[in-house]
């Protein structure tokens, strides 16, 4: 039987396997006017995990945090720093206050509310074999250019209204990525067969 970080390169978790906290979609939703109260809950597979409850305060949100942890509820209150930064064209920006001192948009929610270096997490698209992301980022051109998506679809040209030079330059990176893949493709069927 494993460790907890067994199967994971490098033992970092994911972004993606943790509970966040995003300031950007809090002030999107009128959120963080002070004296405002808001609450959250995260389910999985259709019960419920953990639950947070936070007052706005003008420099500061107070979060009382409720997970459940190996059968029993553990309960957290914990204030986050608030921060305002101007936009060029009017406006403030919110952000959070990790306490390492980073002003960060997403907090990770674990034993503490903390930014991504903190709990020490990696990308997801950092754990990708290098073949598997030039897979994503050839989709993503394909997608761009209005094709259908996987390598050994045909393409279907430049796409009505987009410029020659922007064509070029984006097919240029795809044939890079098709190659990555196909070279990746390549070397594990060389392996295979070994």
């Not at 999985?44 to 459940?68: F, I, N, S, W, Y």
Request: with cysteine; glycine share 10%; charged share 25%.
């Amino acid at each position: 039987m494993g460790s907890a970080n067994s199967g994971k390169r490098d033992g970092k978790r994911t972004t993606s396997e943790m509970q966040t906290l995003d300031v950007r979609k809090m002030q999107r939703a009128g959120q963080l006017q002070a004296d405002h109260w808001f609450s959250w809950s995260w389910s999985e597979r259709g019960e419920v995990v953990a639950t947070l409850t936070g007052k706005v305060e003008t420099d500061r949100v107070m979060l009382h945090h409720r997970r459940k942890a190996e059968g029993a509820w553990a309960s957290m209150d914990y204030p986050v720093p608030l921060v305002w930064t101007p936009c060029h064209y009017g406006g403030q920006r919110a952000w959070w206050l990790c306490g390492c001192g980073r002003r960060v948009a997403v907090l990770y929610v674990g034993n503490r509310f903390a930014c991504r270096h903190c709990h020490q997490l990696a990308y997801p698209s950092q754990r990708e074999a290098p073949d598997a992301r030039a897979t994503r980022q050839a989709n993503k051109l394909r997608a761009r250019l209005g094709w259908k998506l996987g390598i050994f679809n045909q393409p279907n040209g430049r796409p009505k209204g987009m410029h020659q030079t922007t064509y070029w330059r984006l097919m240029n990176r795809y044939d890079v990525h098709a190659t990555q893949v196909l070279d990746g493709i390549r070397e594990r069927f060389g392996r295979s067969r070994a």
